[in-house]
């Protein structure tokens, strides 16, 4: 069957300017989690979601990022006035349901962000 | 708080010698562990995970981790490198659902 799936695979753009990064998950995954990989911090978590809402924020790295998750599917990770710091691939994963351990998660391909 | 440290950012092997990858969990409770690998230009793979059921985990492509309680380690090991084995390895922790990685071995294998 598909997999997650995530557009655009790359996205360069000026600094400043508002960018948005999509998430297909798999088709009857309730968990959603969006996650940054980048030279000097690894790979972050940022966000997760639930159906819906998000119970976890504590990853976001400033007021100007933002996701959101519509009918349990699609979500959409939003990076408003862009700097250089937040050139990275952005990771987006989905489960089966939300666990507090063994849960696995299934990741896309991910889009590479690069801030000029 | 829980979290993984992973010995060593690059490991080098020749085909067909024993791959080891290092990581060391810290939890006060019985965590969650995962081993991912990164292809590159992919995302992540999931190898395997321990969840408490058996110390000795096996995953896919030939690989295995041993939980060791007594050393806080959870070490990913293949008896023979192949070349197609050349990818990033990441241990993880599960905390309240969320995945918190190590920083990643890069494994390099040679002919």
């Known amino acids: 069957g598909a997999g997650v799936s995530q557009s655009p695979s790359n996205k360069v753009t000026e600094k400043g300017k508002d960018v948005e990064l999509r998430c297909d998950p798999i088709s009857g995954h309730t968990a959603l989690y969006w996650y940054r990989q980048s030279l000097g911090q690894g790979l972050e978590f940022l966000i997760y979601?639930?159906?819906?809402?998000?119970?976890?924020k504590s990853g976001l790295p400033s007021d100007r990022f933002s996701a959101e998750r519509t009918g349990g599917s699609v979500s959409t990770l939003t990076i408003q006035r862009t700097q250089q710091e937040d050139s990275a691939v952005y990771l987006c994963?989905?489960?089966?349901?939300?666990?507090?351990?063994?849960?696995?998660?299934?990741f896309g391909p991910g889009t590479r962000l690069t801030v000029l | 708080a829980q979290s993984v440290t992973q010995l060593g950012s690059h490991v080098s092997v020749s085909e067909g010698a024993l791959v080891l990858l290092r990581c060391n969990y810290s939890?006060?409770?019985?965590?969650?562990l995962f081993w991912y690998v990164q292809y590159p230009n992919q995302g992540l793979q999931l190898l395997l995970k321990?969840?408490?059921?058996?110390?000795l985990v096996k995953g896919i492509n030939g690989f295995e981790a041993e939980f060791k309680k007594s050393e806080t380690s959870f070490h990913l090991t293949k008896p023979s490198a192949h070349m197609s084995d050349a990818a990033e390895y990441f241990c993880a922790v599960s905390i309240s659902g969320k995945l918190i990685f190590g920083t990643g071995t890069r494994l390099q294998v040679f002919p």
């Open positions: 939890s006060s409770v019985p965590p969650y």
């Open positions: 321990y969840t408490s059921a058996a110390t």
């Open positions: 979601f639930q159906g819906n809402s998000a119970p976890d």
């Open positions: 994963a989905s489960s089966p349901r939300m666990g507090t351990g063994g849960v696995e998660q299934f």
